[in-house]
């Protein structure tokens, strides 16, 4: 069950570009805010109550507990010119450790499906998967570059990096020529073992192309924390279903309503002093996105023995 669920969530890249592909698509653009609010801010919080709630030792939690205070001191220092970082840099930064945590959560999700129908992928195989879907966050990233698309990130005005052109063509050559020796090596295995799941990944190949490579004329980049935050709802459910009906009721409502605040009320505030207006929303949501990441990255680990269940899933 949770294996089709997991399916339909990748799935849901398809669908998107679909509509995208239709024309006129405004009335989709106008429901953005809503589906933020009801499948992306949601997953942040939910990942916050995972993580607290598997704690045994708060001393091996010291950098995720440290993290907050030591990002907002190296932000404002470097608003004060005493930090070799500027804070544009920061906010950029924060950009791309974004596009990369998308690929890495595919590149996991597509790891788990593989891992559900039992079937063993070699190492070099996993490495070259992972690859693929770093190429293509590192593709939309140039592909936004280039087209000045990146002047405004987390509502700050940001210096462009200056890519040179021909790093956007290296970058689709070695994606092509990946994607080819991956799509060889699953029907080769298709093919010694007689089992058709060894396609899974291509799955997740399809999802990742449809989530960096056309959004720029789909839009599909406007929608890629729905998607993302969509894939985290069957994970956050093996993780929470040993819970009674109430108390499901009563976290997703706590999920929703602290994401709310988090994300739509707190970066939107007056700031303080002079933290205010645009520079108070770019530090608390790029505090917000690279804690997250933090967090992402000590709970949901497959090699971890305590993320058994999701094996069992």
């Known amino acids: 069950m949770t294996f089709t669920v997991t399916f339909l969530s990748v799935g849901v ?7 995208l592909s239709l024309g006129d698509h405004t009335f989709l653009r106008s429901y953005l805010p809503f589906m933020l609010i009801l499948f992306s801010f949601p997953h942040f919080m939910a990942t916050y109550g995972i993580w607290m709630g598997r704690v045994r030792e708060w001393k091996r939690e010291w950098w995720p507990l440290i993290f907050p205070f030591v990002y907002l001191g190296i932000f404002i220092l470097s608003l004060k010119g005493k930090f070799p ?13 974004l596009i990369y945590h998308f690929s890495q959560q595919l590149y996991g999700v597509t790891l788990w499906m593989v891992g559900q129908k039992k079937i063993q992928l070699d190492r070099w195989a996993k490495y070259l998967l992972r690859t693929i879907f770093i190429l293509m966050g590192f593709y939309t990233l140039l592909e936004l570059e280039l087209r000045g698309a990146t002047q405004v990130l987390f509502y700050s005005s940001i210096p462009l990096f200056p890519f040179p052109p021909v790093l956007f063509q290296v970058t689709m050559g070695l994606f092509f020529l990946c994607a080819v020796v991956f799509v060889m090596y699953a029907f080769w295995r298709v093919h010694q073992t007689k089992n058709i799941f060894f396609l899974t990944p291509l799955l997740g190949v399809g999802a990742a192309f449809i989530w960096f490579i056309p959004p720029f004329s789909h839009d599909m980049v406007y929608y890629l924390p729905i998607v993302h935050g969509l894939q985290y709802y069957p ?5 929470m279903r040993h819970l009674a009906a109430w108390k499901w009721v009563l976290f997703i409502v706590s999920c929703g309503v602290s994401g709310w605040v988090l994300f739509r009320w707190l970066p939107f505030t007056q700031g303080i002093g002079p933290m205010s207006g645009v520079l108070w929303t770019s530090m608390i949501l790029t505090l917000l996105n690279n804690h997250h990441f933090i967090i992402d990255g000590r709970i949901w680990k497959l090699s971890d023995p305590r993320n058994e269940d999701l094996k069992a899933g």
Request: overall charge positive; hydrophobic content about 60%.
């Open 13 to 19: 890249s398809y669908l998107l570009l679909l509509l």
């Open 85 to 97: 970082l500027r804070f544009e840099l920061i906010i950029k930064l924060s950009y791309v450790y």
């Open 235 to 239: 994970f956050i459910y093996m993780k």
